[in-house]
Structure formats: structure tokens, C-alpha cells
């Protein structure tokens, strides 16, 4: 099955945030899925795909891999931030709610930007992307078992990295 131009274009949120969270820049993501889909698209033409999401994610991950190659000195960025989440008070209009969930989403974030780029993709496809086990490893060229293995780490990294933070903090 030759994945169409609609197929493709149904998954460039996905391949969005994957692409931001590698490169941690917004408009450098941008580029990088603007180049990936227009790859995509290309090798949609003469490529067979069984699951066109893990395969445009692959496209999107090895896209940005050569980006990060090309351009790593000047790639420290600011952190991810969602400016919509910023702009809507909550519904319980509890403002000291707001502040902490604030906190602990800035907490995270901050956590995974100190993540190795590995365990960073990982997290990012199956927290955030829903990915399953095998969507990954597709995804990023890997067997499942190490797909298993780096959302472990990085899960154990996480969390001993806002430990740190929390203790510091008291």
C-alpha cells in the first residue's frame, strides 16, 4: 500500500511534536517536517508501507537526526512552551491550582529537555503520541525489547531527575 498525500498529511501534528521535542525550536521543527513530508512524499511513490504513521515518524526522526548533525552548535533553544494553555484559565478558576499545575508542567518539561535525545524521542511517541510498542521500534529502527528498555530508562531518568529537583527545592 503507497501512502497517499492525505495519509501523510493526517500525521504532521505528530510529526510536529516529535521534531520540536528533538531540536527544541519551533520553527527549526517546522522545517524539519516541511523536508521529511516532502521526502515522505517522494518515497511514497515507489515505497510499499504497511503502517504510514510509524514510517512518516521515522522519516520525521531521521530528518531531524541530520538537522541536529548539520546545526548542533547553535542548538540550545528555549524551553517548549504551549502559549494556548497559558491564555485559558481552568475551569475551577482556582488560580493557586492553576500556579502548581503550571509548576509541575514546567517541572517536566525541563526534566525531559535533560533527557539523552534516545530516551526524549521514546517518551515523547508513547506519552505523548500514543505510540504503541511496535509503532516505535518501526519508528525508530530498533527491536521492541530495546523500545522496552529505553522507555524505562528514560521513565527511571525522569523521575529521578525531578527527585533531584524536589529535594533541592525543600
Known amino acids: 500500500m503507497r501512502p497517499a498525500g492525505e495519509a501523510l498529511l493526517a500525521h504532521l501534528d505528530a510529526a510536529y511534536n516529535l521534531a520540536r521535542w528533538?531540536?527544541?525550536?519551533?520553527?527549526?521543527?517546522?522545517?524539519?517536517?516541511?523536508?521529511?513530508?516532502?521526502?515522505?512524499?517522494?518515497?511514497?511513490?515507489?515505497?510499499?508501507?504497511?503502517?504510514?504513521?510509524?514510517?512518516?515518524?521515522?522519516?520525521?526522526?531521521?530528518?531531524?537526526?541530520?538537522?541536529?548533525?548539520?546545526?548542533?552548535?547553535?542548538?540550545?533553544?528555549?524551553?517548549?512552551?504551549?502559549?494556548?494553555?497559558?491564555?485559558?484559565?481552568?475551569?475551577?478558576?482556582?488560580?493557586?491550582?492553576?500556579?502548581?499545575?503550571?509548576?509541575?508542567?514546567?517541572a517536566v518539561i525541563e526534566a525531559l529537555e535533560e533527557l539523552a535525545l534516545e530516551f526524549r524521542e521514546v517518551i515523547v511517541l508513547r506519552e505523548f503520541e500514543d505510540f504503541s510498542y511496535r509503532e516505535i521500534a518501526e519508528a525508530v529502527g530498533a527491536p521492541i525489547g530495546t523500545v522496552m528498555s529505553r522507555l524505562a530508562r528514560a521513565r527511571a531518568n525522569l523521575r529521578r531527575i525531578l527527585a533531584a529537583r524536589m529535594r533541592k527545592e525543600m
Open 22 to 106: 528533538m531540536v527544541r525550536n519551533d520553527q527549526d521543527a517546522q522545517d524539519i517536517v516541511q523536508e521529511a513530508f516532502i521526502r515522505a512524499s517522494r518515497a511514497s511513490e515507489s515505497t510499499p508501507v504497511r503502517d504510514v504513521r510509524a514510517w512518516m515518524m521515522a522519516i520525521v526522526r531521521n530528518t531531524a537526526y541530520t538537522w541536529i548533525k548539520r546545526n548542533r552548535p547553535a542548538w540550545e533553544t528555549e524551553l517548549p512552551t504551549d502559549p494556548a494553555a497559558e491564555r485559558n484559565p481552568s475551569v475551577d478558576g482556582n488560580l493557586e491550582a492553576q500556579a502548581i499545575r503550571r509548576a509541575d508542567r514546567k
